[in-house]
């Protein structure tokens, strides 16, 4: 009898126990794609998170190099690293020892844990150390435990990096070499690129658009067009964004968000030396190379205003 009660104890503690080192499972499907030799990604679905796509609405990627794997990001949950690990798994059994983060947004690393309890060490641009413990991240963290529970709940931790990065850094990791190159402030303070020298594979985290008008939001255009022009330097072949489906004409892609940049800068900015009301210089705006692509009703009036904005500053700053 009392053995079995024992019995009983120690299988609800077992249970227990597994139970806490799992992570609720996702239904959404994820498929790894190739786009090199050694190089995949898993494309997250469009649109913002929320408990239809289970978080599931940005890109990862991984490379698997002669003795272990690299994975670039970590996408918006532990329960998504833990299918992009089992992803992994069907391909290759090598230890994945390396994790960069390309900047420190919700969607992009929270699921690092899973890829710590592995074992992995992480990297990021050091200009994300911080981030994990600003406010703005625990508020967003309350908030996506209510919108993605189960799948951030109260295990999901914010973790920072292992090692911070002071900027480009080439490194060779089982025979494969990568250039990581930081291209911030842009999207966000710490935004980093990585090259897959031997695939011409890039992945570029948020700084690249595609087929859409890019959101400028309140960023640095002027920087944010050096380190396009940084990427297109690197020649890839092929380019996996932080969202949407990979590029095999990664320069066109640059290419655009470079040019739409510039347009802004430069008509916006001829508005401003002008003294000519920001309305008015937008009503006078030929915008028909821009009009028909998604999100233009919603992101072009803002991009040329902040833009405005932005050439006012700079002009004043002269
Ligand atoms: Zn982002």
Redesign the pocket.
């Known amino acids: 009898m009392m053995l079995a009660k024992l019995f009983v104890v120690m299988c609800v503690f077992w249970s227990g126990w597994v139970q806490a080192a799992e992570y609720a499972a996702v239904s959404v499907p994820m498929v790894p794609i190739k786009v090199g030799k050694h190089s995949y990604y898993v494309q997250g679905m469009a649109g913002a998170a929320s408990s239809e796509n289970q978080g599931y609405m ?1 890109n990862a990627g991984f490379v698997v190099t002669k003795d272990s794997v690299l994975v670039f990001d970590t996408l918006g949950t532990p329960s998504l690293a833990a299918e992009l690990v089992k992803q992994i798994r069907k391909i290759t059994p090598l230890p994945i020892k390396r994790v960069i983060i390309s ?1 420190f ?1 919700a ?2 690393y929270y699921g690092l844990q899973v890829f710590k309890e592995l074992g992995a060490e992480s990297w990021a641009h050091k200009n994300g150390q911080g981030a994990v413990d600003s406010d703005a991240a625990a508020e967003r963290l309350a908030q996506r435990r209510e919108t993605l529970f189960p799948w951030v709940d109260e295990n999901t931790r914010l973790l920072p990096a292992d090692k911070w990065l002071d900027g480009d850094t080439d490194f060779e990791m089982g025979g494969l070499h990568f250039q990581l190159r930081f291209v911030g402030p842009a ?2 303070a710490e935004d980093m690129a990585m090259l897959v020298k031997e695939d011409g594979v890039l992945y570029t ?2 700084l690249v658009f595609r087929g859409r008008v890019p959101f400028v939001g309140d960023a640095d255009s002027k920087a944010w067009l050096a380190d396009l022009q940084k990427l297109v330097a690197l020649k890839p072949r092929v380019m996996v964004a ?1 969202h949407g489906a990979a590029s095999v004409k990664p320069q066109a892609d640059l290419k655009f968000t470079r040019d739409y940049l510039t347009f802004l800068r430069k008509t916006m900015g001829q508005a401003v030396a002008d003294l000519v009301p920001f309305d008015e210089a937008y009503a006078h705006t030929d915008w028909s190379k821009y009009a028909k692509l998604p999100a233009f009703e919603q992101a072009n009036r803002p991009n040329a205003y902040n833009t405005y904005l932005l050439m006012e500053k700079e002009s004043l700053a002269q």
């Open positions: 940005s900047h947004h969607d992009h999207h966000s985290g948020d932080g």
